[in-house]
Each structure stands twice: as C-alpha cells, then as structure tokens.
C-alpha cells in the first residue's frame, strides 16, 4: 500500500518541477520581450513623437543664418528721408533764379548742400554769355521744383571707402518767364548724394540716361 503513496508524492513533486520551470519560462519570455521597446544593439532607436509644442523648437539657435532673415539695411529710413531733401532743394535751387541774381550769393548756399568737390563747383552755376545777357534784357526769371521719383542705388562701397551713398530719379519741372512768354520744361536727373558724416550731402547728378553732369567718381554710379 505504501507504494502508491511514493509514487503519488513523486508524481506530485514533479508537477511541482514542472510549475516552477513554467513561471522561470514565463518570467524570461515576458523580461526579453520588454527589451524590444529599447536601442538596440548595432545603434537603432524607436520613434517617438515630440512633446506637444516642442516641434521645432531645436532650430531657433540656426534661424539668424536661414534665408530671409531680417538684414541691417544700408540707409534707414529717416536717412534716405534727409537724402532725398538735399536732392530737391539742390536741384530745385539750381533751376531757380532771376535776371537780378548774383552768382556769388547765388552759388553759395546750393554748394552748402554738395560736397564742396571742384566738380560741383563747376556744375553750381548761372547761365552765362547771350543766355544771361537775353535773360538780363527780358528780365527773366526762372522757378524749380524738384520730386524725386524713385530710389535706383542705395550703396555701402567698402573697398573704395567712399561710404554711403543713394542715387535716385528727381523730376525737376522749371517755369521760364521772360518779358511777355513763359515755358515750362521737365526733365528727369539721376542725383547722387553721399553721407559725410551724418550729413547728406550732393555729391553729383546727370539728365537720366546721358553724360555725367558733376558727378562724383565715387558717386556709385
């Protein structure tokens, strides 16, 4: 009778073994598998996706150096302000005179708006020989104004160390009065004027699309 009851207790021993060696299976199956969601060994990594609001962020150290970021312009605006101001009054004064005028009170206020270079000089001049002498016969008298149209050239030259410079298109319309007529004419000037030192002032011009009038050769032109 006691056989049975060895046999029953190694019977019960060895589904014990068994239950054991099962969980120990389980209990690795479950470790490896929990592995699977981690770098693996020859250097992959799983996805995953960005915390919200955190897309992009990474970049905003580089965005001084992406396309179309926002670049120190040469002149400002209030500078381009006072630039396009000396061109008028240069060019709308050097078209207003009359028959009584005196070249050297004439001249001297025009050449405070230049450079003062010996070609502006040259340029800031009345009429002279028969066109003055007609004019001083009729009593003429002649009134400029000036508008400047458009900006053509806002320039920085390094290499020449001329500085800033802006040329720009001035429309200049005079009215010519002379005993009993009066004309008026519109011409188009690409005037160029330089900053000296916080100053703008004219450095040259020329009748668009012709020769040089005055102009500077660091004009930029």
Known sequence: MELPAENKRAA????ATLGVLLVAVITVLTVFNGDDDE?????????????PG?????????????PGAAATPIVSVPELAKAHAVMTQYMAGLNTYDH????????APLLALTTGELQMKQATILPSGKQW?????????????????RDAVIS?????????T????????????SADKSTTET??????AKDNGGEWLVSGFNVFGLGDVGASADSGE
């Open 100 to 107: 009584k005028s005196s070249a050297a009170s004439w001249s």
């Open 12 to 15: 019960l021993l060895a589904l």
């Open 54 to 66: 955190s897309q992009g962020q990474g970049t905003d150290s580089a965005g001084a150096g992406r």
């Open 133 to 149: 002498a007609t004019c001083e016969a009729e009593h003429c008298s002649s009134k400029g104004t000036a508008l400047v149209v």
């Open 166 to 177: 802006v040329s720009s298109l001035v429309k200049v319309t005079t009215t010519h009065v």
């Open 39 to 51: 770098p693996s060994g020859n250097g992959g990594t799983v996805a995953s996706a960005p915390a």
């Open 187 to 192: 011409d188009e000037w690409l005037v160029s």
């Open 156 to 164: 920085d030259d390094l290499v020449r160390g001329s500085g800033r």
